[in-house]
């Protein structure tokens, strides 16, 4: 009697026990559960977006210190280009145009000879027009690609003019109101090439500022000019981001052995035998059909 009474104690023990076990694996996979939900929460809600965040900062940082290049190449220096690319951002927050498009017009003036004192303002008169006829990036970049074209000549001819006039900026009005003669003896003055530009771009210039000027202003204060302007603050603000992520993590010395790897990679590879490449190739392949090994879990 009394080894039955052992042996149900003993049992009920295990029992007991097992029960015991069984919550406490059930409680464990519900925590597991619990915590990958979670994560999956935070890689969703948290963790991709801070990954997409800091691949655009780096991206624009990226952009920016090419541009820091060119403009440097333009300037003589990369302290000019620093400060040009600082008044030029400043412009922009000013306008409703974007700070690249404006680097873009910026880079075609200087390429076709105008000097870094005379981007901003001609640009501003510029802006004026193509805000008063309510275009964007592409007219801006059909005016500024006609005035560098007469800068680059030296003179007025009808090509320049006529890609003004179809902008919508009435040019030989302005030239011939500038020079007192009327719009045919213009014309024929441009002809026979006797107008410099150095005489024509002011007067057209001066001409665009009597009928444009102040209309960027007002367009920055629409609903679009304001879009514009905080996008403008964002990438800027992106761009020190990426700045400080691509020191932090030594990006450049990081991605440049990166490529001296791939290179050796490469070059082995290249030394191999044709059945070797071949095996390699299909062991890959192999690994890649099977896909991740799920780990052991308990019953």
Do not use: H
């Amino acid at each position: 009697m009394a080894n039955e009474v052992a042996i149900n104690l003993t049992l009920n023990g295990v029992e007991a026990l097992q029960s015991g076990l069984n919550r406490s694996l059930s409680g464990v996979r519900k925590l597991e559960k619990d915590l990958t939900s979670m994560g999956k929460q935070l890689t969703v809600g948290l963790t991709l977006p801070i990954l997409g965040i800091g691949t655009a900062a780096v991206k624009m940082a990226g952009d920016m210190e090419q541009s820091r290049i060119a403009f440097g190449t333009l300037l003589g220096s990369a302290e000019k280009a620093g400060t040009f690319l600082k008044d030029l951002a400043d412009f922009a927050s000013k306008t409703p145009f974007g700070f690249t498009e404006l680097q873009d017009a910026a880079k075609r003036l200087m390429a076709l000879g105008f000097n870094a004192e005379q981007v901003i303002p001609v640009m501003t008169n510029v802006g004026d027009a193509v805000a008063a006829l309510g275009g964007r990036s592409e007219l801006i970049d059909r005016i500024t690609l006609a005035l560098g074209q007469m800068q680059a000549k030296g003179k007025v001819s009808a090509q320049e003019m006529n890609q003004l006039a179809e902008a919508g900026i009435p040019a030989w009005a302005m030239l011939a109101n500038k020079i007192g003669v009327s719009i045919p003896e213009a014309m024929k003055l441009a002809e026979k090439g006797a107008i410099s530009s150095s005489i024509a771009i002011p007067a057209i210039l001066e001409g665009m500022n009597q009928r444009f000027g102040g209309m960027m202003a007002k367009q920055s204060n629409t609903l679009l000019g304001i879009w514009s302007n905080l996008q403008d603050s964002l990438k800027l603000t992106l761009v020190d981001i990426g700045s400080a992520i691509m020191d932090a993590f030594d990006l450049k010395n990081v991605l440049g052995r990166l490529v001296d790897f791939v290179n050796q990679f490469k070059t082995w590879f290249s030394s191999l035998s044709p059945v070797t490449k071949e095996l390699i190739i299909q062991v890959a392949a192999l690994t890649a059909s099977i896909g991740p090994i799920q780990p052991f879990r308990p019953c």
